[in-house]
């Protein structure tokens, strides 16, 4: 994908190749949850007995913890029934054939369980048994979130703070304080460009974040720019906020208006679902005015917080950052 950047920077910014990284700003150590572990076990309630039956569920092959149907050999070893495919029916233990044995004994353990959630020291407070545990785990709203950086495929995840730092410090965006903002793309030899990334901005306003997208694709038979705005955070608190993007020339002009994305939402997600503001090539270039043989887009916009009238139920933007 090629990368371009907006005029308001000096000069168009490398892409650094960000390896797989867990970064938190800050680390909640939660002992009730921990010692959750303990209480709620049924048998011993030592932390090594908790333990032992934890490291008893966790698969030798991909060190996961198991989930029905665990399988096991003649000779008692145990593993998955994802990795019971991979090892091609054979004990990664004892290399026994492993057959079609159940470990309903362990399985019967496993029901038996009460686990935090592993975002616990994160912040989570939560308890679930333990085959309700993974499900709440994908849905955690103390999970990591991943780098919201469009350009390439970063693979670092952490809280918002360390993100923020993040896209900062290595991918060196643009960052902005306030609500409002005006920018121009541009772009020589527009018709030759068929997918194109400009570099992402961050915006600081209501004491949130939020991240500003603009990028040329293709979309059925013909090639479209598109802004749109992700939100740092959840999406239920995403939904506290409206914004408005406008771009326009030669007396004429295109505005949208709508939520910001949580970035909980890839980027790719956002942009495939045509949620944003979407300008046919022809009408950007119409927009750029001239010999319509680059385009120069100015788009602008606001973004403002919704709040609740107590006495009327209405809902009245707050367009102060």
Not at 54 to 72: A, D, G, K, R
Not at 110 to 122: I, R, T
Request: include cysteine; hydrophobic fraction near 30%; charged fraction near 20%.
């Amino acid at each position: 994908m090629e990368t371009e950047s907006m005029d308001c920077e000096s000069s168009t910014r490398s892409i650094p190749n960000d390896n797989e990284t867990y970064h938190f700003s800050s680390t909640k150590k939660h002992a009730g949850a921990a010692a959750a572990v303990v209480t709620n076990i049924v048998g011993p309630t030592s932390t090594a007995a908790a333990t032992s039956v934890y490291e008893l569920l966790e698969c030798p092959v991909c060190t996961f913890s198991m989930y029905p149907p665990i399988h096991q050999c003649h000779n008692g070893h145990t593993l998955c029934s994802t990795c019971k495919v991979r090892v091609h029916n054979r004990c990664p233990t004892c290399r026994q054939e492993l057959g079609d044995i159940r470990c309903l004994a362990l399985e019967k353990v496993a029901e038996s369980l009460e686990l935090p959630c592993k975002y616990y020291n994160l912040g989570c407070p939560e308890i679930f048994p333990y085959y309700s545990k993974l499900k709440h785990e994908s849905l955690c709203n103390f999970r990591p979130y991943s780098c919201p950086y469009a350009g390439s495929e970063c693979g670092v995840v952490g809280d918002i703070p360390f993100l923020v730092s993040h896209l900062r410090d290595d991918h060196k965006v643009d960052m902005h304080a306030g609500s409002t903002f005006n920018h121009r793309y541009v772009k020589s030899n527009p018709r030759e460009v068929e997918n194109a990334t400009w570099m992402l901005t961050v915006f600081q306003c209501f004491g949130q974040y939020f991240c500003l997208h603009f990028e040329a694709f293709q979309l059925g038979m013909g090639p479209v720019y598109m802004a749109f705005l992700r939100f740092m955070g959840d999406e239920e608190e995403a939904r506290s906020y409206s914004y408005s993007l406008e771009v326009g020339g030669s007396g004429r002009k295109l505005t949208w208006e709508g939520t910001p994305r949580s970035i909980r939402d890839s980027h790719r997600k956002v942009r495939d679902s045509n949620d944003g503001l979407i300008i046919q090539r022809n009408m950007a270039l119409f927009f750029s005015g001239g010999d319509r043989k680059e385009l120069k887009l100015r788009i602008t916009g606001k973004i403002w917080k919704e709040q609740h009238s107590p006495d009327s139920g209405l809902c009245i933007p707050n367009l102060s950052s």
